[in-house]
């Protein structure tokens, strides 16, 4: 065991403070990073609060990890010292099961591992994020960072990324598809700029007047204020697919208007109640809404590399770690653009 040093919660109404874990002695098949940046997701400060009632204190968030490799084990292939990689949301599966099996990995049958507030299959531990000096992992569950990518820029793509690209990809968005994106934020600006990159037309759905310069700026072909009826008339039935990326309460049925027939709504955002959608809602037009968790990680590393292709990286605004508690503030009010990322040599 090794002692690192980290920034974690003790418990869901505390800021976050400075903390040593202890990291477990690599194994064979571990990759070891040294944290260089580390992206700050809305779910660090759901799991610090609890909200979802499963988080174990004390507990180190973190999941959009990247930094530099420092050690391999002995039976390591895909990465060398020296390596720029990165650990997403997870860092074990089952790797038995169908899904596993098929590289999807986040719907493992028989209970992923989370890079933090997760147990270790082995048993050695519970599993501490990158709000952290360094890391380790199995080498399947690292990811290479292309060179070409801005490094610090570059980490939400572990979460923000493949949570926006896995959904266009499973629905094969690609040139002459009619694509809404709902929402801009840390997930709505990655859905803008990816799904031009496949080649679709591009809608920003927003409430907010002020967001349309940004939008545009992002490379969205259109921006539809929400509010303007005259401006939804124009696209009611229009999409083919709507990329939801809101958490916070709203209509499902006024968005599912706006698709076309056998359009599909796909839902990444988690708000706090449930939504009644009438059957007839779906049965007039042969509509589908739908859901969508992070992707595997073959999708993942397809991801990364085709953001590093396309040059596409989030739009970030860095902090040094002491600055995360009033980070968490900001974040709760939407004061960011796009995404916190940690200098993590601030720790």
């Given at each position: 065991m090794s002692s690192v040093k980290a920034f974690a919660a003790l418990d869901n109404s505390s800021p976050l403070v400075p903390h040593t874990?202890?990291?477990?002695?690599?194994?064979?098949?571990?990759?070891?990073?040294?944290?260089?940046?580390?992206?700050?997701?809305?779910?660090?400060?759901?799991?610090?609060?609890?909200?979802?009632?499963?988080?174990?204190?004390?507990?180190?968030?973190?999941?959009?990890?990247?930094g530099k490799v420092t050690a391999v084990g002995p039976h390591v292939k895909k990465f060398k010292v020296g390596d720029l990689a990165g650990i997403g949301c997870l860092v074990d599966s089952c790797r038995d099961c169908d899904n596993c099996k098929e590289g999807l990995e986040q719907y493992c049958s028989n209970g992923w591992v989370g890079t933090y507030g997760g147990q270790e299959k082995d048993g050695s531990g519970a599993t501490y994020g990158g709000?952290?000096?360094?890391?380790?992992?199995?080498?399947d569950f690292v990811l290479k960072i292309s060179e070409k990518l801005d490094l610090a820029a570059s980490a939400p793509l572990l979460c923000a990324g493949?949570?926006?690209?896995?959904?266009?990809?499973?629905?094969?968005?690609?040139?002459?598809?009619?694509?809404?994106?709902?929402?801009?934020?840390?997930?709505?600006?990655?859905?803008?700029?990816?799904?031009?990159?496949?080649?679709?037309?591009?809608?920003?759905?927003?409430?907010?007047?002020?967001?349309?310069?940004?939008?545009k700026r992002l490379g969205a072909h259109q921006f539809v204020?929400?509010?303007d009826e005259e401006q939804i008339k124009k696209v009611t039935g229009y999409f083919d697919f709507i990329l939801d990326t809101v958490s916070a309460a709203h209509d499902y049925n006024f968005y599912?208007?706006?698709?076309?027939?056998?359009?599909?709504?796909?839902?990444?955002?988690?708000?706090?109640?449930?939504?009644?959608?009438?059957?007839?809602n779906l049965i007039f037009g042969?509509?589908?809404?739908?859901?969508?968790?992070i992707g595997g990680l073959p999708e993942t590393q397809e991801m990364l590399d085709f953001c590093a292709e396309h040059n596409i990286v989030s739009d970030i605004e860095i902090?040094?770690?002491?600055?995360?508690?009033?980070?968490?503030?900001?974040?709760?009010?939407?004061?960011?653009?796009?995404?916190?990322?940690?200098?993590?040599?601030?720790?």
């Amino acid at each position: 065991m090794s002692s690192v040093k980290a920034f974690a919660a003790l418990d869901n109404s505390s800021p976050l403070v400075p903390h040593t874990i202890e990291r477990r002695d690599p194994k064979p098949h571990d990759v070891q990073i040294d944290i260089l940046f580390c992206g700050v997701c809305h779910s660090d400060l759901h799991f610090v609060k609890n909200d979802w009632g499963m988080s174990t204190y004390p507990l180190v968030p973190g999941h959009e990890i990247v930094g530099k490799v420092t050690a391999v084990g002995p039976h390591v292939k895909k990465f060398k010292v020296g390596d720029l990689a990165g650990i997403g949301c997870l860092v074990d599966s089952c790797r038995d099961c169908d899904n596993c099996k098929e590289g999807l990995e986040q719907y493992c049958s028989n209970g992923w591992v989370g890079t933090y507030g997760g147990q270790e299959k082995d048993g050695s531990g519970a599993t501490y994020g990158g709000y952290s000096k360094t890391i380790l992992a199995h080498e399947d569950f690292v990811l290479k960072i292309s060179e070409k990518l801005d490094l610090a820029a570059s980490a939400p793509l572990l979460c923000a990324g493949i949570t926006t690209y896995s959904p266009l990809r499973h629905w094969k968005v690609g040139k002459g598809t009619r694509v809404g994106v709902l929402g801009l934020g840390g997930l709505g600006h990655m859905g803008v700029k990816l799904a031009v990159a496949m080649g679709a037309e591009v809608t920003m759905l927003s409430h907010t007047p002020s967001k349309e310069a940004d939008a545009k700026r992002l490379g969205a072909h259109q921006f539809v204020l929400t509010s303007d009826e005259e401006q939804i008339k124009k696209v009611t039935g229009y999409f083919d697919f709507i990329l939801d990326t809101v958490s916070a309460a709203h209509d499902y049925n006024f968005y599912l208007g706006l698709l076309r027939t056998n359009g599909v709504m796909v839902c990444v955002g988690v708000p706090p109640a449930p939504a009644q959608i009438p059957a007839m809602n779906l049965i007039f037009g042969r509509k589908s809404i739908g859901g969508s968790l992070i992707g595997g990680l073959p999708e993942t590393q397809e991801m990364l590399d085709f953001c590093a292709e396309h040059n596409i990286v989030s739009d970030i605004e860095i902090i040094a770690m002491k600055d995360i508690n009033t980070a968490y503030e900001r974040l709760e009010k939407s004061d960011v653009k796009y995404r916190f990322v940690i200098d993590m040599s601030t720790l």
